[in-house]
């Protein structure tokens, strides 16, 4: 069995430690609770402060927990509450198009599906919940790509693969499709990705209007694109789908 790191396990017990009892600790009370030597809590406090994990006040030198972590907890209260927000909308959706949906959201330079409705059918299907996406080629992943700031500066520092002879790789072409992404409102991937398959996608925004996931309709070329053309009602239920649960999230109007 691998042994724990220890200085990990410091930190997090100086986690728990700020996170309960008095508001703010100082250095003498956190190394006396945790059994540690000044020199060895010093030396985690400032690494954590560094970090954004940990603050020090001014005035009193005391320690407190950091607003890192208040953005880390609310990223992950986020991610539930935009899954708890989108079950209705997201099984309409599936119900309404035939299709399988997947939600998505920014995690680790590619797109993690965080929920899935499976294709309203008798189809054997494999659940696709914490499956990674790539950012440049699927439907979720321009979306996120072309609204999400953080999503943009990530896309453009990994490798862009051709997975098909259709892949857009190249960056000013690339910067061109999140463009039209933006103009549109929606993004697609035909065959982009995976022979045979297709995908449209919309934005998901909270109530600080910022883009926190996007939500996808995924299916065979030839349903999703009968004739070589999108059909516009499926462009339109998935765009709706997106504005419903934004307006859950607290977004208004879009």
């Known amino acids: 069995m691998a042994k724990n790191i220890q200085s990990l396990e410091r930190a997090a017990a100086m986690l728990r430690l700020l996170a309960g009892g008095e508001r703010r600790l100082g250095l003498s009370d956190i190394a006396s609770s945790l059994g540690l030597a000044k020199g060895t809590a010093h030396g985690i406090l400032r690494t954590l402060q560094a970090e954004g994990f940990v603050e020090q006040e001014a005035a009193s030198g005391r320690y407190q927990l950091g607003a890192e972590l208040l953005r880390l907890g609310n990223s992950y209260l986020d991610v539930h509450e935009l899954r708890a927000r989108a079950l209705v909308w997201t099984d309409d959706l599936a119900r309404s198009s035939g299709e399988s949906v997947h939600l998505g959201v920014l995690h680790q330079r590619g797109v993690?599906?965080?929920?899935?409705?499976?294709?309203?059918?008798?189809?054997?299907?494999?659940?696709?919940?914490?499956?990674?996406?790539?950012?440049?080629?699927?439907?979720?992943?321009?979306?996120?790509?072309?609204?999400?700031?953080?999503?943009?500066?990530?896309?453009?520092?990994?490798?862009?693969?051709?997975?098909?002879?259709?892949?857009?790789?190249?960056?000013?072409?690339?910067?061109?499709?999140?463009?039209?992404?933006?103009?549109?409102?929606?993004?697609?991937?035909?065959?982009?990705?995976?022979?045979?398959?297709?995908?449209?996608?919309?934005?998901?925004?909270?109530?600080?209007?910022?883009?926190?996931?996007?939500?996808?309709?995924?299916?065979?070329?030839?349903?999703?694109?009968?004739?070589?053309?999108?059909?516009?009602?499926?462009?339109?239920?998935?765009?709706?789908?997106?504005r419903a649960v934004s307006r859950d999230l607290g977004a208004g109007r879009f």
């Open 112 to 242: 993690l599906i965080v929920h899935h409705v499976f294709r309203p059918d008798d189809s054997r299907q494999v659940l696709e919940v914490g499956a990674m996406q790539p950012l440049h080629s699927t439907a979720l992943g321009k979306v996120l790509s072309a609204y999400d700031p953080v999503a943009h500066s990530e896309v453009l520092e990994v490798k862009r693969e051709a997975f098909t002879p259709r892949t857009t790789t190249e960056l000013p072409a690339f910067e061109s499709l999140l463009d039209l992404t933006r103009a549109k409102g929606w993004a697609e991937d035909v065959e982009e990705t995976w022979e045979g398959v297709a995908s449209v996608a919309a934005p998901i925004h909270d109530r600080r209007r910022m883009p926190v996931g996007a939500v996808a309709v995924t299916g065979a070329v030839e349903r999703i694109c009968p004739g070589g053309e999108l059909r516009p009602e499926l462009v339109a239920a998935v765009r709706d789908c997106a």
